[in-house]
């Protein structure tokens, strides 16, 4: 079924958006089941910020991390966030950074510095993640610190502490000295020891890691340009391929969506799209057997069909190639649906909450570009 969002948008009053004395950090209950919302913020601004929506209360903290530590400004372009006990991991792609806070208040918690253009962070096991990357040709192996606590921020946040040369134990390079095959590694999905590697701009491989060696065991060529990936109840990966954009040197095609088996990495069905088209960031819900993805309106597809309908329009007034819905995530307690609007990339971007059914539950108000979600 197809449902037209009704654009209501809380009151100011509502919110938690307030001026701020960023000399006075704020003691913020944030230990509620709830969501976290990366906003990317400007290139080169230094306008990302992170909020926190309470799923009980209805209620939304905004601009998290410099309230809970007294600094306005903290990093440029956020990417994403992974939460491992109790430690909210912020992936900051311009600022070539990896901010660590206490998901129950906000606070600095610690930082892994020194990365060239990181992107997404997954955990293998306990102790060990992979940092994907945009240019360095390299996915870091971290081993991240134990937290770090301090009474306030200033000093804390600078450059001058931990870098990545003290927790980073090793790389996997991912270079092949091709003219456009640079592998820049994006998101990550993991099945028993492996991990495979959408490898997006300017290419169309999946690369497969053995997380036991950490080692690059082979490459799946897909699509051009996958940016997303998950795998399903059947032991079957999902990836969607944007097929690049007008005037891009290494491709302009339609887009995909393609599944493949896993036991022999044989394609097992393709979706395309037109040429003009749009699809990103490919989601699935907590027993895997539902896809979900955008394509300026919100899509979803039975994994046993090829076959996706338009399940949420988008009714933003802003129109144009990558415009209507911006990012989306789907709750894995009970497959709600949350999704982004980030308007005209400029102004602070809205999130519509909606039951796996499509009915509306809520709307709130975000920072800048809402390109991620992270579920507590």
């Known amino acids: 079924m197809t449902r037209s969002i009704l654009f209501t948008l809380l009151s100011l009053s509502l919110l938690s958006c307030m001026d701020q004395n960023w000399n006075d950090p704020e003691d913020l209950d944030l230990n509620y089941s709830g969501v976290y919302i990366v906003n990317s913020g400007n290139f080169q601004s230094s306008t990302a910020s992170l909020d926190y929506y309470d799923k009980e209360k209805k209620v939304v903290y905004n601009n998290v991390i410099s309230r809970a530590n007294g600094i306005q400004n903290w990093g440029d372009v956020a990417q994403s966030m992974v939460i491992k006990d109790g430690i909210g991991y912020v992936v900051i792609n311009n600022s070539g950074k990896i901010m660590m806070i206490d998901t129950n208040n906000a606070k600095y918690a610690g930082k892994i510095g020194g990365l060239q253009s990181p992107r997404y962070m997954h955990f293998i096991n306990d102790s060990t993640a992979y940092v994907s990357d945009l240019y360095g040709r390299n996915i870091n192996i971290v081993n991240p610190p134990e937290p770090l606590y301090v009474d306030h921020a200033d000093s804390a946040f ?3 502490t931990l870098n990545t040369s003290d927790v980073n134990t090793g790389l996997i390079s991912v270079n092949n000295q091709g003219p456009f095959f640079q592998h820049s ?13 959408a490898c997006w701009m300017r290419d169309n ?3 497969v890691i053995d ?7 082979d490459s799946i060529t897909v699509a051009a340009q996958p940016n997303s990936l998950q795998i399903d109840k059947y032991n079957k990966l999902w990836v969607l391929c944007d097929g690049g954009y007008e005037g891009n040197p290494f491709a302009y095609e339609n887009p995909k969506l393609i599944s493949i088996n896993l036991h022999d990495y044989t394609t097992a069905g393709t979706y395309e799209f037109g040429l003009e088209e749009n699809p990103q960031e490919l989601c699935i819900n907590n027993t895997r057997d539902m896809l979900y993805y955008l394509n300026s309106d919100l899509y979803k597809m039975s994994v046993n069909s090829l076959t996706p309908s338009k399940f949420i329009t988008s009714g933003s007034k802003y129109s144009g190639y990558g415009r209507g819905f911006y990012g989306l995530a789907i709750d894995p307690s009970n497959n709600d649906i949350y999704i982004s609007d980030a308007l005209d990339n400029a102004q602070p971007g809205y999130v ?20 991620g979600f992270c579920f507590k």
Not at 185 to 197: C, I, P, R
Not at 211 to 217: A, G, H, K, W, Y
Not at 353 to 358: K, W
Request: proline letters at 4%; charged letters at 15%.
């Open 211 to 217: 997380s036991n060696t950490d080692q690059v065991l």
């Open 185 to 197: 590694t994006e998101k990550m999905v993991q099945w028993g020891h492996l991990v495979f590697v």
């Open 158 to 160: 600078s450059d001058s």
């Open 205 to 207: 491989q999946i690369l």
């Open 352 to 371: 519509y909450r909606f039951t796996s059914n499509a009915i509306p539950v809520d709307t709130f108000k975000v920072g800048v570009n809402p390109v």
